[in-house]
């Protein structure tokens, strides 16, 4: 089942469309990458699944209902542009947030005792949050952010701010939520994160949906086909190893091994490599160069733009 | 709690546990009587000492004194030496030249001649210029020593018979529809000027507080995690009122401060002047004198005109533009702050809510003076002028026609306002770094949702 459904959504603000037929399938109990360039309308989506704002036309559900009002307190919300009231204590800017999600004064107070001890910040509670730090005021944001337990969470840049420390305890607690059955949609352009973490993606440009899909598939879709060869022998010997389809790309030597990067032909598999290849020399190694999120993203929205002007 | 009421509590602890906010509860009445006194005391206040050399050609107002070495008053009661006015006066019969009264101890030179007697015109001279009081107190001196000389000299009759049968004419003014005694509008007027200069500070102080604190929700990028749990309208509103009702705290206090101070003023005055045996001597006078006390009491201005006052409609309306009146500008500022990014960008959206305000306050003004003017009566309905002129005209006697339709315009403007803002707001509070002027606010308030 799908946390979040959009279907065929268009918004448009004055003159600019920010959104145009945008379609996207959140899977339950998974971490979702909303990605794209800035300006792409990510944020416009994220807004209307928040029912910030509404679209033009198109249809959201949750979790199989169509979008309501009162689905807000099952969705927790960690937007870009964050901050808290600087004046307000930690404690009662905490509480307020809580209750305002639908908690009571009760509950609100007890989730919060046990989040400031996981994070080690029980000592915070009556601090004004300007003597806070940005880093201290993030962990603060991301408590309130998931403190009424959400069946969906959007995160948006939740790592930016933090030490790589903290970074990795958020990362953790994303990974415990969605273990625990939240839903998770991650907006950011750090691609690490998102290799490590998603397991759908849709990349939006220009406002459309221009790639999409679990991030394995996604990848094997941007497969170039190019091993890495680690082997001893003479180049020569390679050479003749490597008949007809197959392309050595690059042959570098190093502290007596050599590398060579080879791009398979049409129809054929790594076996048929070896083969060709075990006669001729001695293989130490051998791994596919798969492209990297990065790589994807900057391909697909290259290719896309190119496409479009 | 519902999420609106969460919101009007949060602004309102937020806003009461702030020092300024006990600051100004607690010293505002001071400070506002301070500023007060010390205008009024700085305009009466003169200290300097004046010498004034009074030059009497025709000897009007002078004579000799006994010993014939110099001139005195004519009248014994004028022209007296006082320590609050520190007015010495001494008369000559001889001109003073320029230079002369330059090099004198004299610092005001006044020359009374036939001019003077005839048209009232007289020439003073000075070398520092006497406040207005001074010069009011010396001219009085001048005006009633020249009457009698009149009075005296030229009609040959009593000053005290005179004074006696010269009496002022005021009209005690009837409205043939009612035909009951009506007290002086402009007296009345006082009162609803007093209400409308409260309902003018109270919009502008907590309008002003309520975009703030929107401006604040915006620049601290708060305001997106809220609205994903309310709706703007509710933050928007919860923020008006919860802000407004700070203020009526605020109000509330002050009132009862200003009650304890008085309390506590007239109780310290009644102490010094052994008011405690004036109430137990009250209580031991006969029927009869209590009586005399009664009418008297009932014949004086000052309690007929407390009477003359529907104190409940004006309270009531006074209670409905308040709150009406707030909530329609809290709503426009409301919007104004969700609109820009900074106290500059604020400027020239905050002048054409202000406008109105300070139209409203000056037609009040002018409707003391004028109080049937069709002017007064337009912006006593305009729901923009309303709140702070129908108290005036009220006050003075506005037809019921005038209430109801000022009364109804306003509920429909606050409507129509809160609308307009909340279309405003919803957009504005979400769009960062832009300069925004009226046609990007005309774009926003046509967007769908």
Not at chain 1, 130 to 151: C, N, R, W, Y
Not at chain 2, 308 to 336: E, K, Q, R, T
Request: with cysteine.
């Amino acid at each position: 089942m799908n946390t979040i459904e959009a279907k065929n959504i268009v918004k448009h603000y004055a003159s600019h469309q920010a959104l145009k037929n945008v379609s996207i399938a959140v899977p339950e109990r998974s971490v979702f990458g909303l990605l794209g360039p800035n300006g792409a309308g990510k944020t416009s989506l994220i807004r209307i699944i928040n029912q910030i704002t509404a679209p033009d036309s198109g249809t959201v559900t949750f979790c199989g209902e169509p979008l309501a009002p009162h689905h807000v307190e099952q969705i927790g919300y960690l937007p870009e542009e964050r901050g808290l009231y600087k004046s307000m204590k930690v404690g009662e800017q905490c509480m307020y947030l809580a209750q305002l999600k639908g908690l009571s004064k009760a509950e609100a107070k007890s989730r919060l005792m046990d989040w400031f001890k996981r994070f080690e910040i029980h000592t915070w509670w009556d601090k004004k949050i300007e003597d806070l730090s940005k880093g201290m005021a993030q962990k603060v944001q991301f408590i309130t952010t998931v403190l009424h337990e959400p069946k969906l969470l959007i995160l948006d840049e939740p790592f930016s701010g933090f030490d790589p420390i903290n970074a990795e305890l958020i990362r953790l607690e994303m990974l415990r939520l969605k273990d625990q059955g939240s839903t998770i949609i991650l907006s950011t352009h750090d691609m690490g994160s998102v290799e490590s973490l998603c397991d759908n993606i849709a990349l939006i440009n220009r406002s459309e949906v221009i790639l999409e899909g679990p991030v394995r598939e996604v990848k094997n879709r941007f497969r170039t086909h190019v091993y890495a060869l680690q082997y001893q022998g003479a180049a020569m010997d390679l050479g003749i190893g490597l008949w007809s389809n197959f392309e050595l790309l690059e042959n570098t030597f190093q502290d007596g091994l050599h590398t060579a990067h080879i791009k398979l032909g049409e129809g054929k598999q790594l076996n048929d490599l070896l083969a060709a290849l075990i006669p001729h020399i001695q293989i130490i190694s051998v791994r596919e160069l798969i492209p990297t999120m990065d790589e994807i993203f900057i391909s697909a929205v290259t290719k896309f733009n190119q496409g479009h002007e | 709690m519902s999420k609106i009421g969460l919101i009007i509590k949060r602004e309102y602890s937020v806003k009461v546990k702030k020092k300024s906010f006990l600051i100004m509860t607690f010293l505002g009445p001071i400070l506002f009587a301070c500023l007060i006194f010390g205008a009024v005391l700085l305009t009466i206040n003169d200290q300097h000492d004046y010498k004034v050399m009074i030059v009497d050609f025709n000897g009007v107002i002078s004579e000799e004194t006994a010993d014939g070495r110099g001139l005195q008053s004519r009248f014994s009661d004028r022209f007296q030496y006082s320590d609050s006015s520190s007015v010495l006066y001494e008369f000559s019969k001889t001109d003073i030249s320029d230079s002369t009264f330059k090099n004198s101890p004299y610092n005001v030179l006044i020359k009374i001649d036939d001019g003077a007697l005839n048209h009232g015109k007289c020439d003073l001279y000075y070398k520092h210029k006497p406040s207005d009081m001074v010069e009011d107190k010396i001219s009085g001196e001048i005006e009633e020593a020249l009457e009698r000389f009149r009075v005296q000299d030229s009609l040959q009759m009593d000053y005290a018979k005179y004074k006696s049968i010269k009496k002022n004419v005021s009209f005690n003014l009837h409205d043939i529809e009612k035909l009951t005694e009506e007290a002086d509008n402009g007296m009345k007027g006082v009162v609803g000027f007093g209400f409308a200069i409260l309902i003018y500070f109270f919009i502008f102080m907590y309008g002003v507080q309520v975009m703030r604190g929107v401006m604040e929700e915006k620049t601290n990028r708060i305001v997106e995690v809220i609205v994903s749990s309310v709706k703007p309208f509710q933050l928007m509103m919860g923020k008006v009122i919860g802000i407004g009702l700070v203020g009526l705290t605020q109000f509330v206090m002050w009132i009862m401060l200003c009650g304890v101070i008085s309390l506590a003023a007239s109780l310290y005055i009644g102490s010094q002047t052994g008011g405690a045996a004036v109430v137990d001597g009250m209580q031991q006078v006969d029927p009869m004198q209590q009586q005399a006390v009664m009418e008297a009491l009932m014949n004086n201005d000052a309690v007929n005109w407390i009477f003359s006052i529907n104190w409940p409609l004006m309270l009531g309306l006074f209670i409905f533009y308040f709150i009406g009146g707030y909530l329609l500008y809290g709503s426009l500022f409301a919007a104004i702050g969700a609109a820009v990014d900074n106290d500059t960008d604020s400027q020239q959206f905050m002048l054409p809510v202000t406008i109105p305000l300070i139209i409203g306050y000056i037609i009040s003004s002018s409707l003391l003076a004028n109080p049937e003017s069709p002017v007064g009566t337009f912006f006593a309905i305009f729901p923009l002028t309303s709140p702070i002129v129908i108290m005036v005209k009220t006050a003075i006697g506005a037809p019921a026609w005038v209430i109801l339709s000022s009364m109804v315009s306003l509920v429909l403007a606050f409507l129509g306002g809160i609308w307009l803002a909340g279309k405003i707001y919803r957009v504005g509070i979400l769009m960062y770094g832009k300069k925004v002027n009226y046609k990007e606010l005309l774009k926003w308030i046509r967007y769908s949702s």
